[in-house]
C-alpha cells in the first residue's frame, strides 16, 4: 500500500508584484510550439521554460537543451525566483473549474509517494512508450528535479484524508488561474496530521490517472542512481520518491471526460455499409440533426444505457447511434483479457470496431489516421472542414474499471481517460538532490 511523506517544496516566491498565473503552465505533454511561446510570453520565467525544454514534446533533445534547462533553473533559485520551503510539508490542493453549466471544485494534496514497481502499490492503466522517458529522463538528470506532479487516485469512502486536510485551512498562500480553472495550493506541516495522512494511507494503493510516463521515467531514476551508489540507496533517499497530486476517487470534483475518435484514411466508408457490416453486433439507427447540430452531438449519448456510441459521417453529413448488441463481442477476439476488460467501450471501439471492421473493410487495410479529442463541440469542425472524414463518439470510462483491471494486472487501450482539468505545473517542485 501506498508509504507518502511530506516534502520541502520548491515555489515561486510569494509577493505582491508576482502573479502565479503567468508563471505555471499545463502538462508539457499537451503543448505545441504556439502554446509554449504564449506561456513565455507571459512572463520570461514561466516553469513551461525548463519543463519543456525541448519541442516538440515527449521527443528527445539534444544533452544542451537539458543543460541549459538546468542553468535556468538555478538562476531562479540563486535570485530568489523559486525558493525551497524551510519546513517539510503536505500540500492541499484544489482546484475549481466550471462545466456543464455548475461549478466544481477537486480537492487533492501533493506529497510524495515511495516508488515500487507497477502493479505492486502504484497501479497503472495505461501502456508507456520509449521516447517521453528518455527525454524527461535527460532533464531529470540535468536538473535534479522533479517538476510536474503526477496525477494520482486513490479510494477513500469516508473523504477521511481530504476532510482532515482541509478541516482547518483559510485562505490559499498561493492562486493561479490556468484556461479558465482556478489553483489554490496550501502548505500543512502540523506534524500530528502529517502523521494520521500517512497512517490512512498505508491502507490505500495508488491508481495512476495521468503522468505513467514520468512514473516510469522516475523508476529509471532511481535505477540510474542505485548504479551510480553501487547499490540498493538509503531508505530516504529522495530518488526512491515521486511526486504525486493525490486525489479521492470519490471526491465531488473528480471529472473524467470521454476521448472522442478522429478517423481519417477511410477510402470507401459508407453508413448503409458500415450498418451492415457490424449488424451481428449493433444496432444503428440514425439520430436527425438540428438547427443547433454541434449541441446536438454533444448530448447524442446523454440518457443512453451503457455500451452506446454516436457516429458522425462528414460527407453525409449525418449522426448515427451504435448500440451493442452482443456483450460477448470481444470473447473471442481477446480471450485471453479479463470480462472486465473486454467491456470496456474503449476497448470495443479500438479493438472491434476499428482493428476488424473499419481498417480491413474501409480503409483497403491500411492504417487508420486518428485524432483524439474531449471537447464534443471540436467534432463538428474537425470532421465538416475534411480533416477527418469520421467521428466515434463515446461516453465516459467509468472511474471503477482502474480497480477492476488493476486486479487483473491489464492496462486499458491508448486514450481511455481524460480527467478534466489537468494539473497545474509550477505549482510546488521536489529537489531530488
Known amino acids: 500500500m501506498a508509504q507518502i511523506r511530506p516534502f520541502n517544496g520548491i515555489r515561486y516566491a510569494r509577493g505582491k508584484d508576482v502573479d502565479l498565473s503567468n508563471l505555471i503552465a499545463p502538462p508539457y505533454d499537451v503543448l505545441d510550439d504556439a502554446q509554449k511561446a504564449a506561456l513565455q510570453g507571459k512572463h520570461p520565467n514561466n516553469i513551461v521554460t525548463v519543463d519543456l525544454p525541448f519541442m516538440p514534446p515527449k521527443s528527445v533533445g539534444p544533452d544542451e537543451v537539458y543543460q541549459q534547462a538546468d542553468t535556468t533553473i538555478q538562476s531562479w533559485l540563486s535570485a530568489g525566483i523559486l525558493k525551497k520551503d524551510a519546513r517539510a510539508a503536505l500540500y492541499p490542493y484544489m482546484q475549481t473549474y ?12 501533493i506529497a510524495l509517494v515511495r ?10 492503466h495505461e501502456k508507456t512508450h520509449k521516447g517521453p522517458i528518455e ?48 489553483n489554490d495550493l496550501w502548505s500543512v506541516t502540523d506534524s500530528a496530521i502529517e502523521t494520521e495522512v500517512i497512517d490512512l494511507m498505508k491502507h490505500r494503493p495508488v491508481y495512476i490517472a495521468d503522468g505513467h510516463h514520468r512514473y516510469t521515467t522516475a523508476l529509471q531514476y532511481q535505477k540510474d542512481m542505485e548504479a551510480k551508489n553501487g547499490g540498493p540507496l538509503p531508505p530516504n533517499h529522495p530518488a526512491n520518491f515521486c511526486m504525486f497530486v493525490l486525489i479521492a476517487m470519490q471526491d465531488d470534483g473528480l471529472l473524467i471526460l470521454p476521448t472522442h475518435r478522429l478517423i481519417s484514411g477511410l477510402t470507401n466508408f459508407d453508413p448503409a455499409a458500415f450498418k451492415a457490416a457490424i449488424g451481428d453486433n449493433f444496432e444503428m439507427t440514425e439520430t436527425p440533426l438540428g438547427a443547433n447540430r454541434s449541441a446536438e452531438l454533444a448530448t447524442i449519448l446523454n440518457g443512453y444505457e451503457a455500451h452506446t456510441f454516436g457516429l458522425y459521417d462528414g460527407k453525409t453529413k449525418k449522426l448515427f447511434t451504435l448500440k451493442l448488441k452482443n456483450l460477448d463481442v470481444l470473447k473471442t477476439l481477446e480471450p485471453k ?3 472486465a476488460w473486454r467491456h470496456l467501450d474503449v ?72 480527467f478534466y482539468p489537468k494539473l497545474a505545473t509550477g505549482m510546488v517542485m521536489n529537489s531530488l538532490r
Open 98 to 109: 466550471d462545466l456543464g453549466g455548475r461549478t466544481h471544485h477537486r480537492r487533492g494534496f
Open 115 to 124: 516508488l515500487t514497481p507497477f502493479g505492486v502499490d502504484v497501479m497503472p
Open 135 to 182: 527525454d524527461r529522463l535527460k532533464l531529470m538528470h540535468a536538473t535534479g528535479l522533479q517538476l510536474s506532479p503526477i496525477f494520482g487516485l486513490y479510494s477513500d469512502d469516508r473523504n477521511e484524508v481530504t476532510g482532515l486536510l482541509f478541516k482547518n485551512l483559510i485562505r490559499p498562500e498561493q492562486t493561479a488561474t490556468m484556461d479558465g480553472v482556478k
Open 337 to 339: 483479457q479479463s470480462e
Open 347 to 418: 476497448a470495443i471501439l479500438q479493438r472491434y470496431m476499428l482493428d476488424e471492421v473499419l481498417q480491413p473493410k474501409f480503409a483497403g487495410g491500411k492504417d487508420l489516421a486518428k485524432g483524439y479529442t474531449a471537447d464534443p463541440h471540436a467534432v463538428l469542425p474537425e470532421v465538416d472542414s475534411g480533416k477527418h472524414q469520421i467521428a466515434l463518439l463515446l461516453r465516459s470510462t467509468p472511474l471503477h474499471a482502474l480497480e477492476e483491471l488493476a486486479k487483473h494486472g491489464e492496462v486499458m487501450p491508448q486514450k481511455s481517460t481524460y
